[in-house]
């Protein structure tokens, strides 16, 4: 594939020693509200979206898998834990997440609807606050300095060239 093959994705995980490139579109989005995707995720629900007919690619390490069953692979970051993908026979699925843009992929359908939390759904309508607010309240967030990696390519995440996005 060339650099026409656009869109071109990247992403990884809190740390950024799993970091991922993709060419190609991205097949359907969704959100999974099923235990099993609440607990990989410590969440409320999981946010994915199939990599489909895409090329997707590792550039440093991979991700280490949990076999949460007899069909699907989950990885996640051995060093930071971040998860990061659902691999089924049909495919593989990336946390929308860890995306360095996820604003773009915006899900299309919600799966193990049956196991939804009864709030889940109260969340839009919560009190809400900046992180600017909270600073204002709390010292130690004025002068905090993040350790994540940043939402775009670093020198050494990868070979070759690095998008323009
Ligand atoms: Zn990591
Ligand atoms: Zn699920």
Known sequence: MTLENRPF??????CGAVRFRIRGALGRASVC????????????????????????????????????????????????GTPLTYEAPDGVALAIGAFDDPSAIAPEIQFGIEAKLPYTDTVPGLPVRSSAEDASDNAYLSDIVSFQHPDREMPGDGPGETPHA
């Open 9 to 14: 994705h990247t992403g990884g995980c809190q």
């Open 33 to 80: 509200h099923c235990r099993m995707c609440q607990k990989a995720f410590g969440a409320l629900y999981a946010p994915l979206v199939n990599v489909g007919s895409a090329e997707l690619v590792w550039t440093k390490r991979e991700p280490k898998r949990f076999r949460s069953s007899n069909q699907v692979l989950r990885g996640f970051c051995p060093e930071c």
